[in-house]
């Protein structure tokens, strides 16, 4: 019985050491993955901080007014940001990449879908960044002209241009990220087909007067005198 | 050497038929048909009369007129000339049309005329608006004789007109170009002028044509590479101004072609500039500059409007482009009424050399800059109209030196705040 129990027991414990043994290696190897991931995610992280400073992203952010959104959120500059995203990527990316060569049964699917998924995520980065300044552009433009032309509440203008291409932009991104397809089209077709309603029926009913003055403006050329530019600039 | 192939192969062919000549006369044209044919008559009298001996050509560069401009040009008979005015000369004069484009572009107009300059290796050439409503048998020789007798490598004008007109340039073009690159010529954006052969080649080797495709300001670029250049510059006087178009010109196309053509030069040219100190007149024909005083009506209340809703509703726009100090003090005078209203000339000088440093830095889409200066120009034309309302011609002059003193004085805040060429 005492034989039989020790044989037992030093069974169980070569099992143990064989299989510690044979799991030994694949930690080694993952926790070399993970260093040499930090390694080379932190070696990213610098090149590309270099490389956006060079290239001034941070005036770039500026001016599409991601900076004044990070400022009011306390978070670093967009350089900076960007940067340890990348870093964090990955890093997670070989952390992920040690994991599955640890062999644990049902991670590894897990894994080769978040492989799958890092390009999307850029690109949905990509379409956020370049449809904010898309949004800054179109906005400021459309309050310059409506300063310019003497339109009566330009920020309203302003406001409009912005929200529209910014619902837009981030129904692409969800779209693009895969996250709630259906929930954002029809939110957006929501918000839009609100937006749009709500201009008519202000333009309406709160602008008849203006719209009146603007026809007349237009098309009945007598009144000639509130016309400041009949001084010639050049 | 000028881009040959830019030119139509029919446009070279009758260049090739001219020949080398004396005088070149252009004319950029798109839609002129209501002036042109009278410009033209009185522009062949005057060569007849005035440079009988020399070769000359009219080239005329049209950007797509539908009203027969072109036609009309070619079509005036320099036989019909020379009876009506019972002169005769001893050359051929040739006229030319080509059309450059299908819409107008004035930096092409000014390319093509400038390339038939330098094939035909015109000695003198000289440009005139077609807009002017009415134009003085004098303008040529006025125009050309420094040009062909004197020496001189650009002529630009200087006109009688009123007071409150032309106050862009009065208030920013004269006071910006004669501070920074210290030479006070009255008009440096200019609708008719004369130059050499010599200084139309040296601008048409220039790199600025990619930049200023559709032209806008190539105009001043011209005298202010003229003046970068070395190039002899004097002034002369037309006599009255009177452009039909440019009458009721938009602010902001005005502003792109003076403002932005400016700023946009002030970056190449930082060299030179950085270098200048005070300012010199320049060799002047006639009178420096006459005002008429007539009464005019100016919607002053709007002005103003305008001025303080673009201060309230642009401040996002100039929290980019001004610095605090400015934009507050902006944002006082426009909270302030009609009558204490005073937009001053250091704070006017200030707020041009902020944009101007702005643009360089491109802080906001370039085009953006100049446009949010339009309100501010209003400000600043309120101030001027109300101070100069009862003033006479020598009131005006003096404001307006001034205003220029102001400039030079500011120059280093500019050079403070300008970024250096990384």
Same mark, same amino acid.
């Given at each position: 019985?005492?034989?039989?129990?020790?044989?037992?027991?030093?069974?169980?414990v070569?099992? +143990?050491?064989?299989?510690?043994?044979?799991?030994?290696?694949r930690?080694?190897?993952?926790?070399?993955?993970v260093?040499?991931?930090?390694v080379?995610?932190?070696v990213?992280k610098i090149?590309?901080?270099?490389?956006?400073?060079l290239?001034?992203f941070d005036?770039?952010?500026?001016?599409?007014g991601?900076?004044?959104?990070?400022n009011?959120?306390?978070?670093?500059?967009?350089?900076e940001?960007l940067?340890?995203?990348?870093?964090?990527v990955a890093?997670l990316?070989?952390?992920?990449?040690?994991?599955s060569?640890?062999g644990i049964?049902? +991670?590894?699917e897990?894994?080769a879908?978040f492989?799958l998924?890092?390009p999307?995520?850029f690109?949905?980065?990509f379409?956020?960044?370049?449809g904010?300044?898309a949004?800054?552009?179109?906005?400021?433009?459309?309050?310059?002209?409506?300063?310019?032309?003497?339109?009566?509440?330009?920020r309203?203008?302003?406001?409009?241009?912005?929200?529209i291409i910014?619902?837009?932009?981030?129904?692409?991104?969800?779209?693009?990220l895969?996250?709630?397809?259906?929930t954002?089209?029809?939110?957006?077709?929501?918000v839009?087909?609100?937006?749009?309603?709500?201009?008519?029926?202000?333009?309406?009913?709160?602008?008849?007067?203006l719209a009146q003055r603007?026809l007349?403006?237009?098309f009945?050329r007598e009144?000639?005198?509130?016309n400041?530019?009949?001084?010639?600039?050049? | 050497?000028?881009?040959?192939?830019?030119?139509?192969?029919?446009?070279?062919?009758?260049?090739i038929n001219?020949?080398?000549v004396?005088?070149?006369v252009?004319?950029?044209?798109?839609?002129?048909?209501?002036?042109?044919?009278s410009i033209v008559?009185?522009?062949?009298?005057?060569?007849?009369?005035?440079?009988?001996?020399?070769?000359?050509?009219?080239?005329n560069?049209?950007?797509?007129?539908r009203?027969?401009?072109p036609?009309?040009?070619?079509?005036?008979s320099?036989?019909?000339?020379?009876?009506?005015?019972?002169?005769s000369a001893?050359r051929?004069?040739?006229?030319?049309?080509?059309?450059y484009?299908?819409?107008?572009?004035?930096?092409?107009?000014l390319?093509?005329i400038?390339?038939a300059?330098d094939l035909?290796?015109?000695?003198?050439?000289?440009?005139?608006?077609?807009?002017?409503a009415?134009?003085e048998?004098?303008?040529l020789?006025?125009?050309l004789?420094?040009?062909y007798r004197?020496d001189?490598?650009?002529? &630009?004008p &200087?006109?009688?007109r009123?007071?409150?007109?032309?106050?862009?340039?009065?208030?920013?073009?004269?006071?910006?170009?004669?501070a920074?690159?210290?030479?006070r010529i009255?008009?440096?954006?200019m609708?008719?002028?004369?130059?050499s052969g010599?200084?139309?080649?040296?601008?048409?080797?220039q790199n600025?044509?990619?930049d200023?495709?559709?032209?806008?300001?190539?105009?001043?670029?011209?005298?202010?590479?003229?003046i970068?250049?070395?190039s002899?510059v004097?002034?002369?006087?037309?006599?009255e101004?009177d452009?039909?178009?440019?009458r009721?010109?938009d602010?902001?196309?005005?502003?792109?072609?003076?403002?932005?053509?400016?700023f946009s030069?002030?970056?190449?040219?930082?060299?030179?500039?950085?270098?200048?100190?005070?300012?010199?007149?320049?060799?002047?024909?006639?009178?420096d500059?006459q005002v008429?005083?007539?009464p005019?009506r100016?919607?002053?209340?709007?002005l103003?409007e305008?001025?303080?809703?673009?201060?309230?509703?642009l401040?996002?726009?100039?929290?980019?482009?001004?610095?605090?100090s &400015?934009l507050?003090?902006?944002?006082?005078?426009?909270?302030?009424?009609e009558?204490?209203f005073?937009?001053?000339?250091? +704070?006017?000088a200030? &707020?041009?050399?902020?944009?101007?440093a702005s643009?360089?830095?491109?802080?906001?889409s370039?085009?953006?800059?100049?446009q949010?200066?339009?309100?501010?120009?209003?400000?600043?034309?309120?101030t001027?109209?109300?101070?100069n309302?009862?003033?006479?011609?020598d009131?005006?002059?003096n404001n307006?030196?001034?205003?220029?003193?102001?400039?030079?004085?500011?120059?280093?805040?500019?050079?403070q705040?300008?970024?250096?060429r990384?």
């Amino acid at each position: 019985m005492k034989d039989m129990i020790i044989s037992e027991l030093s069974q169980a414990v070569d099992e +143990l050491a064989r299989g510690f043994a044979h799991f030994l290696p694949r930690l080694i190897v993952m926790l070399i993955l993970v260093f040499a991931g930090w390694v080379i995610a932190y070696v990213a992280k610098i090149i590309l901080r270099g490389i956006l400073r060079l290239i001034k992203f941070d005036r770039l952010s500026e001016k599409a007014g991601a900076s004044q959104l990070l400022n009011k959120a306390a978070l670093p500059s967009a350089t900076e940001l960007l940067s340890r995203f990348v870093f964090w990527v990955a890093w997670l990316g070989f952390i992920l990449l040690g994991v599955s060569v640890l062999g644990i049964l049902g +991670l590894q699917e897990q894994i080769a879908r978040f492989f799958l998924f890092l390009p999307r995520l850029f690109v949905a980065i990509f379409i956020l960044f370049f449809g904010m300044l898309a949004a800054s552009f179109f906005s400021r433009a459309a309050l310059l002209a409506a300063v310019n032309a003497n339109v009566p509440s330009p920020r309203v203008l302003n406001l409009a241009v912005r929200s529209i291409i910014i619902v837009f932009v981030l129904s692409i991104v969800f779209e693009e990220l895969g996250l709630a397809e259906q929930t954002m089209l029809v939110a957006f077709g929501i918000v839009f087909g609100a937006l749009m309603l709500g201009l008519a029926i202000a333009f309406g009913f709160g602008g008849r007067d203006l719209a009146q003055r603007f026809l007349e403006k237009r098309f009945v050329r007598e009144n000639k005198e509130e016309n400041e530019d009949e001084l010639s600039p050049l | 050497m000028a881009e040959e192939s830019f030119l139509s192969d029919d446009f070279l062919r009758q260049l090739i038929n001219v020949g080398e000549v004396d005088i070149l006369v252009g004319f950029p044209t798109h839609n002129n048909a209501k002036t042109i044919g009278s410009i033209v008559r009185t522009i062949q009298s005057s060569i007849l009369r005035c440079f009988p001996r020399e070769r000359a050509v009219i080239i005329n560069a049209d950007g797509g007129s539908r009203d027969g401009t072109p036609e009309l040009v070619t079509g005036v008979s320099i036989d019909d000339v020379r009876r009506a005015s019972n002169l005769s000369a001893l050359r051929t004069l040739h006229s030319i049309s080509t059309q450059y484009a299908t819409s107008p572009a004035s930096g092409l107009a000014l390319r093509t005329i400038l390339t038939a300059a330098d094939l035909l290796r015109a000695k003198a050439c000289v440009v005139i608006s077609p807009e002017s409503a009415k134009i003085e048998s004098d303008w040529l020789p006025k125009l050309l004789q420094p040009v062909y007798r004197d020496d001189c490598d650009l002529v &630009t004008p &200087t006109y009688r007109r009123h007071k409150f007109e032309g106050l862009l340039i009065t208030n920013l073009v004269y006071p910006m170009v004669r501070a920074l690159y210290g030479v006070r010529i009255r008009e440096a954006y200019m609708s008719e002028f004369g130059f050499s052969g010599r200084l139309g080649s040296q601008f048409l080797g220039q790199n600025i044509w990619n930049d200023a495709a559709d032209g806008e300001g190539v105009d001043l670029r011209f005298t202010l590479a003229a003046i970068t250049g070395g190039s002899r510059v004097c002034q002369s006087f037309l006599g009255e101004k009177d452009h039909d178009e440019r009458r009721g010109a938009d602010l902001v196309p005005a502003l792109r072609q003076t403002a932005g053509a400016l700023f946009s030069a002030l970056e190449t040219d930082f060299p030179f500039w950085s270098g200048v100190s005070g300012s010199e007149s320049v060799p002047t024909t006639g009178s420096d500059q006459q005002v008429f005083l007539e009464p005019v009506r100016v919607n002053r209340k709007r002005l103003k409007e305008m001025f303080s809703t673009g201060v309230l509703e642009l401040e996002s726009v100039f929290k980019s482009i001004l610095s605090p100090s &400015t934009l507050a003090e902006l944002q006082r005078i426009a909270q302030s009424g009609e009558d204490e209203f005073r937009y001053s000339s250091e +704070l006017w000088a200030k &707020t041009i050399y902020e944009f101007a440093a702005s643009y360089q830095k491109s802080v906001i889409s370039r085009d953006h800059i100049v446009q949010a200066l339009a309100p501010l120009f209003r400000g600043r034309a309120f101030t001027f109209v109300t101070e100069n309302r009862n003033a006479s011609a020598d009131d005006v002059e003096n404001n307006i030196e001034g205003l220029c003193l102001e400039f030079e004085r500011l120059k280093p805040y500019l050079l403070q705040i300008w970024k250096p060429r990384e």
